[in-house]
């Protein structure tokens, strides 16, 4: 079965200070994963998929198959990162369905 | 566009009473999620439907739940027989494509309170 750990209910970092939230999964595939982000007051949206290898925010997260990680990291925390983040695994590719298994959430508190 | 829009944004209901809870995917959105956010429970997925296929309800967490779409496009989930631990935000979301690599589109959610 696919499962997603977020092993850090609350994460809490000073401004400018780096930050990582953990991602591990389990998965016997070849994995495509998310990052979603929920700031207060607002809707759920996708904050980077790795497949694209992208920035967003000056956020990164690197695929670690070995590790079966996909951990969210930032050098340099900002007070408007402060959000709820969800890594969300999905199934494999060969399945045909594409319901995302989410982790359970960190909620990242960046103080000023 | 517009995006996913869910009504109502919040209700209020007394233990025992049926709800009905709606989600307007996006136009073109072939699959449709609903799931579940509780405080300290994060996000759980509840029941997910794709074009014409046989949805997949195997989050649902008891026979109290069940869902709708109609014309492959607005989606009912209705709970019976509301109880307190049913309260909660519950998301619809929408994707262009059933595959993972498409990215979901939250609507806001309706937040339920049982009393």
């Known amino acids: 079965a696919q499962r997603v750990t977020q092993p850090e209910k609350l994460l809490s970092v000073f401004k400018g200070a780096p930050v990582e939230l953990k991602c591990n999964y389990s998965y016997s595939g070849s994995p495509e994963l998310f990052w979603y982000v929920q700031y207060s007051r607002q809707r759920l949206q996708l904050l980077l998929r790795?497949?694209s290898r992208e920035s967003i925010k000056g956020f990164t997260a690197d695929l670690n198959k070995g590790e079966t990680s996909f951990h969210l990291k930032k050098p340099f925390a900002q007070e408007e990162d402060s959000a709820m983040y969800y890594c969300a695994p999905p199934l494999d590719r060969g399945s045909t369905l594409g319901r995302l298994y989410f982790g359970r959430g960190t909620q990242l508190t960046v103080w000023p | 566009g517009a995006g996913v829009s869910q009504s109502p944004s919040n209700k209020v209901t007394e233990k025992g009473k049926d709800v009905e809870l709606r989600c307007d995917p996006i136009?073109?959105?072939?699959?449709l999620y609903w799931y579940r956010q509780s405080l300290g429970q994060g996000l759980e997925f509840l029941i997910y439907f794709q074009g014409n296929s046989a949805p997949d309800k195997s989050g649902l967490p008891s026979d109290r739940f069940s869902a709708e779409r109609t014309g492959g496009s607005v989606s009912t989930l209705t709970i019976q027989r509301t109880q307190q631990e049913d309260s909660a935000v519950y998301l619809c979301?929408?994707?262009?494509?059933?595959?993972?690599?498409?990215?979901?589109?939250f609507g806001p959610g309706t937040r339920l309170t049982v009393t």
């Open positions: 979301a929408s994707s262009r494509n059933p595959s993972g690599s498409y990215e979901q589109y």
């Open positions: 790795h497949i």
């Open positions: 136009s073109g959105h072939t699959a």
